[in-house]
């Protein structure tokens, strides 16, 4: 009996074991998909490297008793938003001069010099090519003070970023070995430059991207991919305080700020899709939507965290701050079938865009190249159709200042500056397809300077003091050399900067003198 009563217990306390394991497989099971969310941000290649890991807080929250409601959406196809735990690496020293850093208290012209070749006793003698590119400042007024600012590998080539100060540069470093590939900084002042963002690539979702830095040089701005989608996101030179500002859920990008540093101006999708992320309320599917080409025009105040709209024009093409208190655009894009491009320029105050149109419409539909003077009055630009090319400038009510078909370029071919004080405007070509020498115009579209070539100018642009031009020129009689010239208001008594200097120049623009 008493076996009998034994065997009966066991099987009991049996039954009551896995009567009290059961309940624990459900938990275990709605857990489980949380996993996934890492493996949707490292699966990108476009999104943040391996350092990039979703926060913790959904895991935390997810429980039984929150499983049945209808708000719980932590399933597998939700990927939070990813947070950066990356710390500032491949350091190291740079020499600055102290020369340099006393220039920069007037404007300086950066450019790059690739395959350099020092010492070379016969320049006729042909010489072994190198692949390693300078960026070096010169001052418009002494060429022999042209400073060596950093080495890199000619394949960094013209992704190099300079603040409006000239003392923060960013730069995209590829290493063969691909462990130090990523978005590298120089702090001027401190002497230091690192990797801030361990990146594979300057493109995000096929969009190209480019980091930009507040005018003080003390906060960068740039494009990342996140789980579904694309986000602005600021970082420290230092490679600290990395925060997305947009985590909208919507594709934002081509981010710029303003003169003064408050705002942020960048594109979203938003309005017409408020998020990519699945399972967002109004998420957009991608199997059935396209991503977006373009977005409308946004405005962040980095001060309050207020975000708000500028205009309603969908625009494919990034904005630009013309002053502290306006912003241009273009609308339309022919390569995307669009049968015009226009011009326009909004209202930071109001928050409101109007259109420069020619009033009486005999410009041609697509408008290109445009130049906007510093007040927001006049625009000049190219006027194209299939059969017909000039330059026109008006005023921002569409009154007519002036027109030419003495200079013709092919379409996206011309490239214009207006002067500081607005007086001058000076026309040139792009992409060494130059093929006049300097032409300076006044405001009233009568011409000042008609210099022959050689030099030709291309890509002209006036000083942030107003008191240089500079512009590349291309010399045929040395094989079609590229050299740095800068220029009177007018464009004449040309001084080379960059003779000398072998190999290959590319002008970056103006630098410093704030």
Known sequence: MWIRRLILCCTLAAASCQALAAPTATPTSTLTPTITPTATVTASPTALPPTVTPSATPTATLTPTVTPTPTATFTPTITPQPVTGFVFDNWGRVEVSERLLNNLGTPQLAFINLNNRDNIPNQGTPQPANDVQTLYYVPPTNSAQRIPVLEMPGSTGNRVFIAPNGRSIAYFLEDTGGLATGLYTLDLESRISGRILPLTSLVQRNIPVEPVWRPDGRQLAITLATGYDLDIYSIQPDGSNLRNLTNSGAFDRWPAWSP??????????????????????????????????????????????????????????????????????????????????????????????????????????????????????????????????????????????????????????????????????????????????????????????????PPSMCDPAYSPDGLWLSFTGVNPRVDGRVDVYVANLNGSGAVNLTSGLRGTITLLGWVGGG
């Not at 957009?284 to 708000?308: K, S, W, Y």
């Not at 494919?316 to 079938?337: I, S």
Request: hydrophobic share 35%; net charge negative.
């Open 260 to 453: 003064d540093g408050r705002y942020l101006l960048f594109v979203s999708d938003r309005v017409i899709c408020p998020s990519w992320i699945p399972g967002d309320a109004g998420a957009c599917d991608p199997a059935v939507m396209p991503a977006p080409n373009g977005g409308n025009i946004f405005i962040l105040d980095t001060t309050t965290g207020e975000t708000q709209q500028l205009g309603n024009q969908w625009i494919t093409e990034p904005p630009r701050w013309l002053n502290a208190g306006q912003v241009v655009f273009t609308v339309g894009d022919p390569a995307f079938g669009d049968p015009e491009r226009t011009l326009w320029i909004g209202d930071i105050a109001t928050l409101q865009t109007r259109e420069a149109r020619l009033r009486d419409g005999s410009d041609a539909p697509i408008r290109i190249s445009e130049s906007w003077s510093p007040d927001g009055g006049a625009v000049i630009y190219q006027s194209v159709s299939n059969t017909t090319s000039e330059v026109i400038a008006i005023r921002a009510d569409g009154s007519l200042i002036g027109r030419t078909e003495e200079l013709t370029f092919p379409r996206y071919g011309m490239s214009a500056a207006w002067a500081l004080d607005g007086s001058r405007i000076a026309v040139g070509g792009v992409n060494g397809q130059c093929p006049y020498g300097s032409r300076v115009l006044d405001n009233a579209m009568n011409f000042i300077t008609r210099g022959g070539a």
